[in-house]
């Protein structure tokens, strides 16, 4: 999310061009720029290895693919957020754009928790719902859902209705956030039970394979519940006292951008691109 979002305020409240240079202290440069300066290349790497077949291929990766997309409008959409402090004209850009935090990211994310979920749990639907067309379909689907998303925030924040955009962005984290988790919990409790030819041996002796599985859930559970939590606390506040912690905001837009290079770096070491950091 943007600083319009932080701020609970839109940028276009910004009537003169000595204030909002001086804003732009060397603090909201660093928190603005680096986003783009690190994720866009970043996602950029993610989305060259999936196409040119590292790791899985391309229907395995084809949801992680679509959050890159995603991740790198993000970044673009910060650095425009950073630019609209002198360019009023690209503020409402910065709102049609929140869309892709408020719902792109934590929807493809849903979506891959999901298939994690069928595939460890129900295994045999995952099988019969694995073909490429299908997660083509969800993707599409998505986008659409999107763009509606992009559009509902421009309105609503140009006409300064934030009851109505934090409204509608802490359902959706809620909603996201719930499906989320039901799935990695369910995915945590299969991995950590044996499997059918494991009866009787120890807990140390399950494979690498399993345990790598384990910690990789686990990452992203904590990783989406550090992104969603702080945002649902403040919009259940802002909407209920119309008060808000300016801490809690800030913290809740640093975890925000950190958070969004978890699952790069996740794919990274799955595709074994980290091994170089590792090595002696």
Do not use: D
């Amino acid at each position: 999310m943007n600083n319009s979002t932080v701020n609970f305020t839109p940028e276009a409240s910004t009537n003169s061009t000595t204030h909002s240079i001086a804003q732009l202290n060397s603090l909201n440069i660093c928190l603005f720029g680096l986003p783009f300066l690190v994720g866009v290349p970043t996602h950029s790497y993610v989305i060259w290895l999936i196409i040119t077949g590292t790791g899985r291929g391309v229907a395995s990766e084809f949801f992680n693919l679509n959050l890159s997309v995603c991740e790198i409008a993000n970044c673009l959409n910060v650095l425009f957020s950073l630019l609209s402090f002198l360019f009023s004209s690209l503020t409402r850009t910065t709102y049609f754009l929140q869309g892709l935090s408020v719902t792109g990211r934590p929807l493809f994310q849903c979506l891959m928790c999901v298939e994690r979920y069928l595939a460890v749990v129900h295994p045999v639907t995952f099988l019969k719902y694995k073909p490429l067309r299908y997660r083509v379909i969800c993707c599409t689907a998505a986008w659409i859902n999107t763009l509606g998303s992009c559009l509902f925030c421009m309105f609503s924040l140009i006409s300064n209705n934030l009851h109505a955009y934090t409204w509608f962005y802490t359902l959706q984290f809620l909603l996201f956030l719930s499906i989320q988790l039901f799935c990695l919990v369910a995915v945590l409790r299969a991995l950590k039970q044996s499997g059918p030819g494991e009866r009787g041996r120890e807990r140390g002796e399950e494979n690498n394979m399993k345990r790598r599985a384990f910690h990789i859930i686990l990452i992203t559970t904590v990783s989406i519940a550090i992104i969603y939590l702080p945002y649902i606390i403040i919009g259940l506040s802002f909407v209920s006292s119309q008060l808000f912690m300016v801490e809690l905001i800030a913290f809740s837009f640093i975890c925000y951008i950190f958070a969004g290079f978890v699952q790069p770096i996740l794919y990274f070491k799955r595709a074994g691109k980290l091994s170089c950091f590792c090595s002696p």
